[in-house]
């Protein structure tokens, strides 16, 4: 079946200009995370979704960065005023929330993030 | 605070010998534990996770991991490697849904497995 999917894969841009970066989740997982992952890092959350909801957003940086799922599915992570710091790959992965696969989060290929 | 490391950032390896990629964790209660690989341009993949029981899992492409609460470790494991198996290998932690736990991943910074012919 279909698995997490990220437009667009590579996203070069200016510093002080918007982006936004679409993840498109497996059908029927409720669940929604954002990760970034620096050069050299290992991945470190952003936003959880669950549902139509951010119910836990404690990994934003700032407020230049925002998150919206509005239907439950589809997540757009929007951020302003784009900074050079911002240069990363962006991921998304979803994931059940009840049975023996719950907790197994699936990540899509990320968005390359270039700020220059 | 949750925090895991993994303290060789590579591992070489000759195919055919058995491979061990550490990882340490620290968390409060009891943690749900993980292995991702990331092969280069492209996503994470799911290896195995520990949840309760058996504190040997087997996971994908012949890999196992070993969970020591004493130890606090979750080393992951091969009896005998592959040139395919060289990836950057990922250590994470989360907790459970339910009681505030929002089930988000804690990584490590990552072990390159190198595994030469």
């Known amino acids: 079946g279909a698995g997490v999917s990220q437009t667009p894969s590579n996203k070069v841009t200016e510093k002080g200009k918007y982006v936004e970066l679409r993840c498109d989740p497996i059908?029927?997982?409720?669940?929604l995370y954002w990760y970034r992952q620096s050069l050299g890092q290992g991945p470190e959350f952003l936003i959880y979704?669950?549902?139509?909801?951010?119910?836990?957003d404690s990994g934003l940086p700032n407020d230049r960065f925002f998150a919206v799922r509005p239907e439950g599915s589809v997540s757009t992570l929007k951020i302003q005023r784009t900074e050079r710091g911002d240069s990363a790959v962006y991921l998304c992965a979803s994931s059940l929330t009840w049975g023996s696969k719950a907790n197994e989060q699936f990540f899509g290929p990320g968005t390359r993030l270039t700020v220059l | 605070a949750q925090s895991v490391a993994q303290p060789e950032d590579q591992v070489n390896v000759a195919e055919g010998n058995p491979l061990t990629v550490k990882c340490t964790y620290s968390v409060s209660g009891n943690p749900y534990l993980f292995w991702y690989v990331q092969y280069p341009n492209r996503g994470l993949q799911f290896l195995l996770k520990y949840i309760t029981g058996d504190n040997l899992v087997k996971g994908s492409y012949g890999f196992e991991a070993e969970f020591n609460k004493s130890q606090t470790s979750f080393h992951l494991k091969k009896p005998s490697a592959l040139v395919s198996d060289s990836a950057l290998y990922f250590c994470?932690?989360?907790?459970?849904?339910?009681?505030?736990?929002?089930?988000?991943?804690?990584f490590g910074q990552g072990t390159t497995l190198q595994v030469k012919p």
């Open positions: 059908s029927g997982h409720t669940a």
């Open positions: 979704f669950q549902g139509t909801g951010a119910a836990d």
């Open positions: 994470a932690v989360s907790h459970h849904y339910g009681s505030g736990n929002t089930g988000k991943l804690i």
